[in-house]
T-cell receptor, first 117, second 112 residues
Framework: AQSVTQLDSQVPVFEEAPVELRCNYS??????LFWYVQYPNQGLQLLLK??????LVKGINGFEAEFNKSQTSFHLRKPSVHISDTAEYFC???????????????FGTGTQLKVEL | DGGITQSPKYLFRKEGQNVTLSCEQN?????MYWYRQDPGQGLRLIYY???????QKGDIAEGYSVSREKKESFPLTVTSAQKNPTAFYLC???????????FGPGTRLLVL
């Protein structure tokens, strides 16, 4: 069984400061890893994903994440945040594609990023 | 304009009533999913379908039902057996060989 832990439910940060949102996972098999962003009353938008290869993954809006297999982590970072980054961020893990197609995502409980002036 | 549409945006349910949430996609994706989102709990999988006329229960299927008669459509019915239906419901899709799920805009269900 897979699980995802996002230890920080809320992260306040000043505009133009760096931020790191933490994500740890557990799984007995190799996984794919994702970060999604959700703005109020909207669906989830993919920020970035790790499937294989380079452990440093770059995404949209200046975000990046690093896969660390030994620490089972996939922390999300941005060197300088903007007011418009205020949103909820979800980390998710997925088993490789299931027989028959598709995959199952397991989500963390989310981290609310609040960017202040 | 390709994408995933969910309707209605807001839905009100009376006691003992069944309600149906719509999810339509024109991405030609085979797999479709329904998630429930509650504050502080992340997203939990209700049902998923990998192909037309086939679907499987997710982690919290009790009180819900689905159908998959067409590739483009995966409606979710919240039955009267679901005692705590108030939540934000999200539909997602991906291709059979794909790993990334794409989400619709969601439907917020409220109980009167």
């Amino acid at each position: 069984a897979q699980s995802v832990t996002q230890l920080d439910s809320q992260v306040p940060v000043f505009e133009e400061a760096p931020v790191e949102l933490r994500c740890n996972y557990s799984s007995s098999v190799s996984v794919y890893l994702f970060w999604y962003v959700q703005y109020p009353n909207q669906g989830l938008q993919l920020l970035l994903k790790y499937l294989s290869g380079s452990t440093l993954v770059k995404g949209i809006n200046g975000f990046e994440a690093e896969f660390n297999k030994s620490q089972t982590s996939f922390h999300l970072r941005k060197p300088s945040v903007h007011i418009s980054d205020t949103a909820e961020y979800f980390c998710a893990v997925s088993t490789p594609v299931l027989t028959g197609g598709g995959n199952k995502l397991t989500f963390g409980t989310g981290t609310q990023l609040k960017v202040e002036l | 304009d390709g994408g995933i549409t969910q309707s209605p945006k807001y839905l009100f349910r009376k006691e003992g009533q069944n309600v149906t949430l719509s999810c339509e996609q024109n991405l030609n994706h085979d797999a479709m999913y329904w998630y429930r989102q509650d504050p502080g709990q992340g997203l939990r999988l209700i049902y998923y379908s990998q192909i037309v006329n086939d679907f499987q229960k997710g982690d919290i299927a009790e009180g819900y039902s689905v159908s998959r008669e067409k590739k483009e459509s995966f409606p979710l019915t919240v039955t009267s057996a679901q005692k705590n239906p108030t939540a934000f419901y999200l539909c997602a899709t991906n291709s059979r060989a794909g790993e990334t799920q794409y989400f619709g805009p969601g439907t917020r269900l409220l109980v009167l």
